[in-house]
């Protein structure tokens, strides 16, 4: 099955119409739906990062829209690495996203005595997005090396 097929496939089972993921995937083109129609009818092939944003609206890999056709194994090698992150993991950007838009419903469990202007909210739980720790960025960084030592520990055993 040809990309194009995937997309329309996985579009309907997401009951997204060839607009809002248009929209999605170009914001700044003046008719998002033709674009669609493009992919889906086989017309013109998507660029690899409106394959990455069509897989993220639709949340499903790339490898589905591929459907084994050139299986991709990592992402490392198609995106830069600004997004690669966030690519990576949609459940940290999808909590970030939420305790952003909604900062009155942020609850703060802990926040580190340093005084820094620009202070980072840490998720323990992504599936609490609005419970976090509060830290200046030099703790916020330690707080993170201190999880992959904790992470390559537990893998060593």
């Known amino acids: 099955?040809?990309?194009g097929n995937q997309i329309k496939y996985?579009?309907?089972?997401?009951?997204?119409?060839?607009?809002?993921?248009?929209k999605v995937i170009e914001?700044?083109?003046?008719?998002?739906q033709d674009l669609i129609m493009r992919f889906e009818l086989n017309r013109q092939e998507p660029k690899i990062?409106?394959?990455?944003?069509?897989?993220?609206?639709?949340?499903?890999?790339?490898n589905d829209l591929l459907n084994g056709h050139h299986k991709i194994e990592?992402?490392?090698?198609?995106?830069p690495d600004k997004r690669r992150w966030e690519i990576e993991h949609p459940r940290q950007i999808e909590a970030l996203r939420l305790s952003q838009q909604h900062r009155h419903l942020v609850k703060i469990l802990y926040?580190?005595?340093?005084?820094?202007?620009?202070?980072?909210d840490h998720h323990f739980d992504y599936h609490r997005p609005f419970e976090v720790i509060r830290l200046c960025p030099s703790c916020h960084k330690a707080e993170h090396r201190r999880l992959r030592e904790l992470k390559k520990q537990a893998q060593e055993q």
């Open 1 to 3: 099955m040809e990309i």
């Open 111 to 120: 926040e580190c005595p340093h005084d820094h202007p620009r202070k980072h």
């Open 74 to 79: 990592s992402l490392a090698t198609l995106v």
């Open 10 to 22: 996985f579009r309907k089972q997401a009951k997204i119409s060839q607009s809002d993921l248009g």
């Open 49 to 62: 990062r409106q394959l990455v944003r069509i897989a993220q609206a639709l949340r499903i890999e790339i």
């Open 27 to 32: 914001p700044t083109i003046k008719h998002p």
